[in-house]
């Protein structure tokens, strides 16, 4: 369900626009709806240190790409693979986030199940990025 919490997650574009100073960087593309979105990472010692994104993308997809682009730094390949269960689990059930995740739950919840694929996309490049080395 579309809130002005999520719109104002969308506009916040801090993030938002290619650097070309990275170290991991993937293109991905949703088959179901065609979003879009490029993802830009910097790694030291397989922990991200930032992210930037651009999106061809609904305000979902926005929403999410800021999100993790402003609260994924520290995390590894390891926590990512783990927050990527719990999450997709989170679409069909209730679920406990720890305190560190709780940012995510105005995303991530039975409510928005129906865009679940968009939510995650960004979530998805990441992972991809990660693993193209």
């Given at each position: 369900?579309?809130t002005?919490?999520?719109?104002?997650?969308?506009?916040?574009?801090?993030?938002?626009?290619l650097?070309?100073?990275?170290?991991h960087?993937?293109?991905?593309?949703?088959?179901?709806?065609?979003?879009?979105?490029?993802?830009?990472?910097?790694?030291?010692?397989?922990k991200?240190n930032?992210?930037?994104?651009?999106?061809?993308?609904?305000?979902?997809c926005?929403?999410?790409?800021?999100?993790?682009?402003?609260?994924?730094?520290?995390?590894?390949?390891?926590?990512?693979?783990?927050?990527?269960?719990?999450?997709?689990?989170?679409?069909?059930?209730?679920?406990?986030?720890?305190?560190?995740?709780s940012?995510?739950?105005?995303?991530?919840?039975?409510?928005?199940?129906?865009?679940?694929d968009?939510?995650?996309?960004?979530?998805?490049?990441?992972?991809?990025?990660?693993?193209?080395?």
């Open positions: 369900m579309l002005d919490k999520i719109i104002k997650l969308a506009n916040n574009t801090k993030n938002y626009g650097k070309n100073n990275f170290t960087k993937v293109s991905v593309k949703n088959k179901k709806c065609g979003d879009k979105i490029i993802v830009e990472l910097v790694l030291t010692k397989g991200i930032s992210m930037r994104y651009i999106t061809e993308s609904c305000v979902y926005q929403a999410s790409a800021s999100l993790f682009s402003n609260k994924i730094e520290k995390l590894d390949k390891n926590n990512l693979l783990k927050l990527d269960t719990l999450l997709k689990k989170s679409f069909k059930e209730k679920v406990s986030f720890a305190k560190k995740y940012f995510l739950k105005q995303l991530f919840n039975m409510d928005n199940h129906k865009r679940s968009c939510i995650l996309l960004p979530l998805s490049a990441i992972l991809k990025a990660i693993n193209k080395r």
